[in-house]
T-cell receptor
Framework: KNEVEQSPQNLTAQEGEFITINCSYS?????LHWLQQHPGGGIVSLFM?????KKHGRLIATINIQEKHSSLHITASHPRDSAVYIC???????????WGAGTKLIIKP | EPEVTQTPSHQVTQMGQEVILRCVPI?????FYWYRQILGQKVEFLVS????????KSEIFDDQFSVERPDGSNFTLKIRSTKLEDSAMYFC???????????FGSGTRLTVV
């Protein structure tokens, strides 16, 4: 059983569309991370959440601890947003991150 | 902006050989990690390191693997006798505290032939 599930696996959208990527988890967590992986493989940390909502530019991340669910939103999407977006959680008493499988996002001009 | 630096970016090695993957974490970070990603699969945790010792390790991190922070700046992952299935991208990461976000290196692509 996967402890971190993401949906959709793949998402193709037109430039300008509002994008939502979902993450559900089944373990108790101390924090949830959203990360971006570029085609070359590099990983960039976007957000770390333990409650509520965070915004950075056109990116918004929300988390509902009771429902064990988080969403990553991209407003006014752009082709440069094309990447794999990964949700990862750190458990209550762990150092490690448990990773989702990622959502491959393609934004077409 | 401070970076986590990994070397080499690519390494090809013969099965059974030892490899050392090197990382220079951000200087004021206290927690260090190795993760790996086999092509087409999820990122997997290998090991975390804090206060000069392993704080957590996964089932993958068996006796073939070891980590060191020999000089206060480098953080190395050694694989003693590489297997074909060790072929993956290996990422080093660090953070200042557990409650902080992570900074990842750009990865070392290891190919075992």
């Amino acid at each position: 059983k996967n402890e971190v599930e993401q949906s959709p696996q793949n998402l193709t959208a037109q430039e300008g569309e509002f994008i939502t990527i979902n993450c559900s988890y089944s373990v108790g967590i101390s924090a949830l991370h959203w990360l971006q992986q570029h085609p070359g493989g590099g990983i960039v940390s976007l957000f770390m959440l333990s409650s509520g909502k965070k915004k950075h530019g056109r990116l918004i991340a929300t988390i509902n601890i009771q429902e064990k669910h988080s969403s990553l939103h991209i407003t006014a999407s752009h082709p440069r947003d094309s990447a794999v977006y990964i949700c990862a959680v750190r458990g209550d008493s762990n150092y490690q991150l448990i990773w989702g499988a990622g959502t491959k996002l393609i934004i077409k001009p | 902006e401070p970076e986590v630096t990994q070397t080499p970016s690519h390494q090809v090695t013969q099965m059974g050989q030892e490899v050392i993957l090197r990382c220079v974490p951000i200087s004021n970070h206290l927690y260090f990690y190795w993760y790996r990603q086999i092509l087409g699969q999820k990122v997997e945790f290998l090991v975390s390191f804090y206060n000069n010792e392993i704080s957590e390790k996964s089932e993958i991190f068996d006796d073939q693997f070891s980590v060191e922070r020999p000089d206060g700046s480098n953080f190395t992952l050694k694989i003693r006798s590489t297997k074909l299935e060790d072929s993956a991208m290996y990422f080093c990461a660090s953070n200042k505290e557990l409650a902080y976000g992570y900074t990842f290196g750009s990865g070392t692509r290891l190919t075992v032939v």
